[in-house]
């Protein structure tokens, strides 16, 4: 079987880059410095951000349309700037990438 994965479409994304911190409180969404690299997987272009790169970190929601039985959620980074759909190899969001690391606005680094 030939199968191919893809990241998520950055059309819901692209006004998080504008907004101030306040505004994506209020989403509850966290804006994050990438302080190590790998560690901060991006869900769009299937790939781990760089260091100089800022990511948010925000609940998605997968099939909204689709009946309760195939609804799916959770959290995802998206890094900020990204253009493009990339189709690329699949990655893993693994156990809390941002675990114990304070938002940009707190200053970037671990606790």
């Given at each position: ?103 940009a ?5 671990r606790?």
């Open positions: 079987m030939t199968f191919r994965i893809k990241g998520l479409s950055p059309e819901p994304f692209k006004t998080l880059p504008d907004l101030p911190e306040h505004n994506l409180a209020t989403l509850g969404v966290i804006r994050y410095q990438v302080d190590s690299h790998p560690g901060f997987p991006d869900r769009i272009e299937l790939k781990d951000a760089e260091k100089v790169e800022s990511v948010v970190l925000l609940n998605h929601v997968c099939e909204p349309a689709l009946s309760v039985e195939f609804l799916s959620a959770g959290n995802i980074l998206y890094t900020l700037g990204i253009k493009d759909l990339t189709t690329a190899a699949a990655t893993r969001l693994g156990g809390g990438p941002c675990e114990g690391r304070k938002p606005s707190e200053g970037s680094g606790t």
